[in-house]
């Protein structure tokens, strides 16, 4: 079992940046892949960007050239910086670890918020 633990999360104006970021501990395999989500309001929860332990990345469209995401392996940490923030993009992110093998589970973190005033 993995355990996430997110931070960074907060109020923002439009326009503005964050970084969040998330530490896993627990039975860490290789190759994994580690990751954000978002829910807004009433919303799906959603994939927002992955990267995998060999460094192959994936964003959802509307984030693409404004959040990058990126991977400390030897921290076991990955973070997600957030540029030209927009209030569509307020939600509750949450970090996503998954092992790529096949008992891989899906384990996720506590949630952090994410607000983006305009």
């Known amino acids: 079992q993995v355990q996430l633990v997110e931070s960074g999360g907060g109020l923002v104006q439009a326009g503005g940046s964050l970084r969040l970021s998330c530490v896993a501990s627990?039975?860490?395999?290789?190759?994994?892949?580690m990751g954000w989500y978002r829910q807004a309001a009433g919303q799906q929860r959603a994939m927002v960007a992955t990267?995998?332990?060999?460094?192959?990345?994936n964003y959802l469209d509307s984030v693409e050239g404004r959040f990058t995401i990126f991977r400390d392996n030897a921290k076991n940490t990955v973070y997600l910086q957030m540029n030209s923030l927009k209030p569509e993009d307020t939600a509750v992110y949450y970090c996503?670890?998954?092992?790529?093998?096949?008992?891989?589970?899906?384990?996720w973190g506590q949630g952090t918020q994410v607000t983006v005033s305009s």
């Open positions: 996503n670890f998954v092992a790529l093998t096949s008992w891989g589970r899906d384990c």
């Open positions: 627990g039975t860490i395999f290789s190759p994994n892949r």
């Open positions: 990267i995998t332990s060999g460094g192959d990345e």
